[in-house]
């Protein structure tokens, strides 16, 4: 049996090594189940759970709420105005809501930041969101 070469990085496993140990080779990356992956964690609509940090996940779901409650998903799917400088009303509405549902904290650009998400949400769901979230 050759011995293995430990000058190279990483170090080359001795030549019989899968003959030993091919019980290892049915342990395979494909083959076990990820945990963590958006297929096995059910998502709970607006609640955002996978969020971390407490002020972005209450401006996420106060956000959400508002755009479900007042039916507006079709809008904030298809706006493209900015919506720090906006002056459609449907935009006041949500952020109106927004307060009325208690997040009073929003700067100009901290609402625009929150819908732009509300936005790709409602383009591409909240499980792609999450993928890129977590």
């Known amino acids: 049996m050759a011995s293995p070469n430990f000058n190279l990085f990483p170090p080359t ?6 003959e030993r140990n091919n019980h290892l080779s049915l342990i395979h990356p494909d083959t076990i189940p990820n ?3 958006i297929e096995n964690t059910n998502i709970i609509p607006g609640k955002f759970g996978y ?3 407490e002020s972005t996940k209450i401006m996420l779901v106060t956000a959400w709420k508002a755009i479900t ?4 998903w079709d809008f904030v799917e298809e706006e493209d105005e ?4 906006s002056t459609n009303p449907k935009v006041f509405e949500i952020y109106r809501k927004i307060e009325e549902l208690g997040y ?3 700067s100009g ?11 790709y ?3 591409y769901g909240e499980a792609e969101f999450k993928k890129i979230n977590t």
């Not at 496993?13 to 899968?18: D, G």
């Not at 409650?69 to 507006?72: A, D, I, K, R, T």
């Open 13 to 18: 496993p001795p030549s019989n090594f899968k």
């Open 35 to 37: 945990l963590y992956s």
């Open 51 to 53: 969020i971390k940090d």
């Open 69 to 72: 409650m007042l039916e507006l």
């Open 82 to 85: 900015a919506y720090m400088i």
């Open 104 to 106: 009073n904290g929003h």
């Open 109 to 119: 650009s901290s609402f625009a930041f929150i819908m732009r998400i509300m936005q």
């Open 121 to 123: 949400i409602a383009k």
